[in-house]
Nanobody, 115 residues
Framework: QVQLVESGGGLVQAGGSLRLSCAAS????????MGWYRQAPGKQRELVAD???????NYKDSVRGRFTISRDNAKNTVYLQMNSLKPEDTAVYYC?????????WGQGTQVTVSS
């Protein structure tokens, strides 16, 4: 029912920037929250940022001020602008959507930050 397609990952040097995109196959009307999680090798998956239907945003402390989450309702897309990237940001990033109370996940996109 819900398909999430992620893009924008890649390899970047420390201090660089990337923008992740996540496009949903349906309109935003049934979506109460969208967010980004990440999982590094050997680590637990963790919340990076999310945005709720009313526009409220939430950030992991270590990315606040560097990352910005936003959404474009006309394009059914959520973005994560990542600036001042650090090697510790290296992970697979997953888009997450809550649609009518159910959780959906994107396929993941690799972000690698070299020192």
């Amino acid at each position: 029912q819900v398909q999430l397609v992620e893009s924008g990952g890649g390899l970047v040097q420390a201090g660089g920037s990337l923008r992740l995109s996540c496009a949903a196959s349906i309109s935003m009307f049934g979506i109460s929250a969208m967010g980004w999680y990440r999982q590094a090798p050997g680590k637990q998956r963790e919340l990076v940022a999310d945005i709720f239907s009313g526009g409220r945003t939430n950030y992991k402390d270590s990315v606040r001020g560097r990352f910005t989450i936003s959404r474009d309702n006309a394009k059914n897309t959520v973005y994560l602008q990542m600036n001042s990237l650090k090697p510790e940001d290296t992970a697979v990033y997953y888009c997450h959507v809550v649609n009518y109370g159910r959780d959906y996940w994107g396929q993941g996109t690799q972000v690698t930050v070299s020192s």
